[in-house]
């Protein structure tokens, strides 16, 4: 009688607490990915970036080099249990080229907000605004990687 009711205590209904594999330190590849790319979202806590408003943000990493750098990781993984000491050499390795891709991809958008705003003497005002939201936005994405 009481056990049963253990089993369920501090649950949501519907469910048995097993079903989340974070409890148990497993990441399954179909969970989203958006955590690991930084991609932002409205319900990320911000207010009045170009996200909240309709504009999507640029990916950080095209697919292909998502995938990519997953399947090394995998490689990884999978090489520490012969060679420890050259797994974990790898993996720095691929850290250092993820942060190079990534470093690359905030360079361009730089590059992108800059040539907004910077185009000629005479700007609208209302050019200005969407290029201080849109530097705002890629201000909050920098630091939420």
Do not use: C
């Not at 697919?63 to 399947?71: I, K, M, N, V």
Request: charged fraction near 30%.
């Amino acid at each position: 009688m009481s056990g049963g009711a253990r089993d369920t205590a501090g649950t949501a209904p519907g469910t048995d607490g097993a079903a989340d594999p974070s409890a148990a330190g497993e990441r399954p590849e179909s969970r989203p990915a958006a955590p690991d790319t930084g991609r932002t979202d409205a319900a990320a806590g911000s207010t009045g970036t170009a996200a909240d408003e309709g504009e999507a943000a640029p990916r950080l990493l095209t697919p292909e080099d998502e995938q990519g750098f997953r399947e090394r990781w995998h490689e990884i993984q999978s090489q520490f249990v012969d060679d420890p000491r050259e797994a974990v050499h790898t993996a720095d390795a691929l850290v250092a080229d993820v942060m190079q891709t990534l470093a690359a991809t905030f360079s361009r958008h730089k590059q992108e907000l800059e040539s907004q705003w910077s185009q000629g003497e005479r700007v609208d005002t209302e050019d200005l605004r969407k290029a201080l939201r849109h530097y705002r936005s890629f201000f909050n994405r920098l630091l939420s990687t």
